[in-house]
Every structure is written in C-alpha cells, then in structure tokens.
C-alpha cells in the first residue's frame, strides 16, 4: 500500500493541481490531499470552501484505482505524514524556479523525518505557468481563467466577488 501526501495551500485548486494529482495515480494507491491551514495568511477561500472544492473536481479526473482523500492540517508537514502512514510527499515543479524552494524544503522534511521520502512531479506543459496566486491576480484584474482552473473553481471565484 502506497500512500502519499499531496500537501498544498489550494486557494484555489488549479488544473495543475489536478494535473499532477493525475499523475500521482500512476505511482500510488492512494493520496491524500492536505491543505495547510496557515492563520497568518489571510485566504481567498476558507479551508471549508476548499475541501469541498476539492472533494467536487476530484471526482472528475482519472484516478485509475487510486483512492483520493482530501483532508486539512496544521502545524509540520512531516509530523502530519507520519501520523497518516504516508510514505512519500508529493510536490509539482513547474520550472527551474520552483526548484531551488522545493529542494530546500524536501531536505529540511528529509532531516525531520528520514522515512519519508519527497517525490517531484512535472505538470504538463500546458500547465508551466500556471499558479494559485496568479490565477487570482488575473481574476482580481477581470482576466478570463478559463483552462487554468475547473469550471466549478471559475465560478465559485465569480460568485464569492458578487457576494462581496
Ligand atoms: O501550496 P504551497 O503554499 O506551496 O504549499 C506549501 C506547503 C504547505 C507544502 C508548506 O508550506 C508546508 O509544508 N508547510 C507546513 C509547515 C512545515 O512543515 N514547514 C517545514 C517545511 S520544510
């Protein structure tokens, strides 16, 4: 049994999430998608409106035999994946820029907790530039996101301006 966790700040999930989750389904039998729960960054989205997000646009990808579990935490990463018995972590690098934070981070999680290992995966090129913060800087600025984000994401952005 492979289990991996698929950790992440999600506001919003994007097709390159999606993407790499996809992915994830070729290598493990089951991912758990962790969101952090971060009280000193003020969200789009609050962790519930996440979650169920998540839980929606998950059931439209190709899992194969892979379970898909959506869950939040607090405090170290590792110390959350050791209390799943997870094996690995999942992260998605887009490019050469993103590598450089990941490395750091997979080492420092590596010298925490040896057991754990840290699995890159590349996104499809499609996806390169995509970004949660930059799908909501170019929402914020009347940009159009479709193909960046599910449809579901694009209108629940759209809704929650309405709302104000
Ligand atoms: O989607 P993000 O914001 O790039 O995800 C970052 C995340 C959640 C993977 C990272 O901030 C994290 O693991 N935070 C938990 C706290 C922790 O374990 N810190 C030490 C990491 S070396």
């Known amino acids: 049994m492979r289990r991996a966790i698929y950790p992440g700040s999600f506001d919003p999930v994007t097709n390159g999430h999606l993407d790499i989750i996809e992915r994830g389904c070729k290598l493990f039998d ?6 952090l729960v971060n009280p000193d960054k003020q969200p789009f989205f609050s962790i519930e409106e ?3 997000m998540l839980e929606e646009v998950l059931k439209t990808i190709q899992r194969r035999n892979c379970v898909l579990r959506v869950d939040d935490f607090e405090g170290l990463l590792v110390h959350y994946a050791v209390a799943q018995e997870a094996n690995a972590i999942v992260r998605g690098i887009r490019a050469i820029s993103d590598y ?48 960046l984000v599910p ?12 709302k104000g």
Do not use: H
């Not at 449809?151 to 309405?162: I, Q, T, Y």
């Open 151 to 162: 449809p579901l994401v694009d209108a629940r952005m759209k809704e929650k301006v309405k």
């Open 100 to 147: 450089e934070y990941e490395l750091q981070m997979a080492l420092m999680n590596r010298r925490l907790e040896p057991s754990i290992e840290t699995v890159f995966m590349m996104p499809a090129e499609t996806y390169s530039y995509v970004s949660s913060r930059l799908v909501k800087e170019v929402f914020q600025l009347g940009g159009e996101l479709d193909g």
């Open 30 to 35: 089951e991912i758990i998608i962790a969101i």
């Open 50 to 52: 996440r979650r169920q």
